[in-house]
């Protein structure tokens, strides 16, 4: 018998989701990787049954990969850091977290983020 995950078509696993551009943090790594990190960082709290969640994956992963060191692309699994997704009163997920100097200066929460969905959008600093 093999050590496989088995994962159904457009569905993502913790394994998979590992490899990608965008690096899963845990609460221990959080402040280090996110708010005392240099520019802008994107937080996707999600959960991998959520079906929502997956279905955006491939689409992160490219805008990660095109960003690059630019804007750093991050996810917090809430079934595991239920306190993290607490401090930031995650309701549902997908919610997508901007951070720029310690600060949170966006939110888009739902399975169809869309820019004019983010505020502070027209705010050069963000």
């Known amino acids: ?10 569905q993502m696993s913790a394994r998979s989701a590992s490899n990608g551009a965008i690096k899963t943090i845990t609460a221990d790594t959080f402040t280090k990787l996110v708010l005392d990190a240099e520019g802008p960082s994107a937080v996707e709290f999600m959960s991998y049954g959520c079906a929502h969640c997956r279905a955006i994956e491939p689409v992160l992963e490219q805008v990660a990969k095109m960003v ?4 750093k ?4 699994n809430i079934a595991v850091e239920e306190e993290l997704a607490s401090t930031y009163q995650i309701q549902g997920t997908p919610t997508f977290v901007m951070f720029l100097n310690q600060n949170e200066v966006g939110r ?12 502070g959008r027209g705010n050069p600093t963000v």
């Open 1 to 10: 018998m093999t050590n496989q995950t088995l994962v159904h078509p457009g």
């Open 68 to 71: 690059g060191a630019r804007e």
């Open 108 to 119: 888009v929460e739902g399975p169809s983020p869309t820019v004019e969905s983010v505020p």
């Open 73 to 76: 692309i991050f996810r917090v």
